[in-house]
């Protein structure tokens, strides 16, 4: 059993927790998710380790509850437990110091960029981060990767914060200036948010990593629920990534396979509000 530390909103459905699993807190790196169950028999859910505190024990997960059990997660207060926190698990971001970086967060995304972005600076790198969303409420941690940035670039669909438009926009005016253009991108988000960094970025040949989120279930590698095309290869998300090079991802049957439980998961909703209206 895990202790829930902190239980923070951040965000509209969005939450930061903090998690005690000292045994994961000591060997993590960035990049590496956990899977996390909360009672038995209950829906496993893979998270990215946002940050950890190797002293303490504790993680911190950004959860956003868009379905059933994740509405449950993030309803747990502080001082109550988690069932399983297992890893971590996945392969370790690849950093090593390129020079001039640019980190790209896409709505809850920039929770996982968040610990990749850290690493990066603490490498040497200069970074330069780009956070889109749809509006003000939803942009995060733009405090946070403040601190480690050269600059934090903010784009926002309404314009409500930051300039009005997408990530990419902002991206191409840095890729044209030979002064701020970067030698690595590193992407989260969205699907088509990530599929569009990459299409920008492929004719200026800039090396551009993404880190996918396909549907995953044991975290071993041995259900193949988490498997995408690479370079027309499969692999699978758990094991093999969940960063890939995004020149080489076939992002359209990442979209398809992402629908799969969608009817399954609006039943599920549905069940649950019907029991919450009966009692």
């Not at 990593?209 to 290869?233: A, W, Y």
Request: proline share 5%; aromatic share 4%.
């Amino acid at each position: 059993m895990h202790e829930v530390v902190s239980n923070e909103m951040l965000a509209p459905n969005l939450h930061r927790m903090v998690i005690k699993a000292p045994r994961v807190a000591a060997v993590r790196k960035a990049g590496q998710f956990v899977i996390v169950r909360l009672e038995k028999g209950g829906e496993r859910i893979p998270l990215t380790i946002g940050d950890a505190d190797p002293v303490g024990g504790t993680i911190t997960l950004f959860v956003q509850a868009v379905g059933a059990s994740t509405k449950k997660i993030v309803n747990t207060p502080v001082k109550g437990f988690l069932r399983d926190v297992v890893g971590p698990l996945g392969m370790p971001t690849h950093i090593e110091n390129w020079g001039r970086v640019v980190c790209v967060g896409g709505g809850v995304g920039t929770a996982v960029l968040y610990p990749m972005a850290k690493a990066l600076a603490a490498a040497g790198n200069e970074v330069t981060t780009i956070i889109g969303g749809r509006s003000k409420a939803l942009i995060i941690l733009e405090d946070e990767l403040s601190v480690f940035s050269r600059e934090t670039l903010i784009t926002t669909e309404d314009g409500s914060h930051g300039r009005k438009g997408f990530v990419t926009t902002v991206l191409e005016s840095l890729l044209n200036d030979s002064h701020r253009s970067p030698l690595s991108v590193f992407a989260v988000g969205p699907v088509p948010m990530m599929k569009a960094v990459a299409e920008l970025t492929r004719p200026y040949q800039v090396k551009t990593i993404v880190s996918l989120n396909p549907i995953m279930i044991d975290g071993t590698g041995m259900c193949g629920g988490c498997r995408v095309l690479i370079g027309g290869e499969t692999k699978f998300a758990c094991v093999d990534g969940p960063e890939f090079d995004g020149h080489l991802v076939d992002f359209n049957n990442l979209s398809d396979r992402l629908t799969t439980y969608r009817e399954h998961e609006c039943r599920l909703d549905l069940q649950e509000k019907e029991s919450m209206e009966a009692a």
